[in-house]
Nanobody, 120 residues
């Protein structure tokens, strides 16, 4: 079974930075698009940033200029560099990846989520 493992969340003061990582493992043939989503208490899960297999990125308006998504295809890992953090960024962050597994089927996989808390 393929899966995604996230790391890098934590507690940080406003204006600080965090770097989230999400590594895919298992019997993976290839990975297509990858992205990061956030879910605040009482809110629906929302797209924060996405990156295609070709390196094209897209960001939510609220994080443009502050967050940067990147990927290391050799390591099957996607990153989210979060700078100038604001209290409103507080949420559980989930990574997602569309992967072709060794069983030869495409599917979307989600990480377990990592808590990001920004204090004022």
């Amino acid at each position: 079974q393929v899966h995604l493992v996230e790391s890098g969340g934590g507690l940080v003061q406003a204006g600080g930075s965090l770097r989230l990582s999400c590594a895919a493992s298992g019997n993976i043939f290839t990975i297509n698009g990858m992205g990061w989503y956030s879910q605040a208490p009482g809110k629906q899960r929302e797209l924060v940033a996405a990156i295609t297999s070709g390196g094209i990125t897209n960001y939510a308006d609220s994080v443009k200029g502050r967050f940067t998504i990147s990927r290391d295809n050799a390591k099957n890992t996607v990153y989210l560099q979060m700078n100038s953090l604001k209290p409103e960024d507080t949420a559980v962050y989930y990574c997602k990846a569309r992967m072709l597994s060794g069983s030869f089927n495409w599917d979307d996989y989600w990480g377990q989520g990592t808590q990001v808390t920004v204090s004022s």
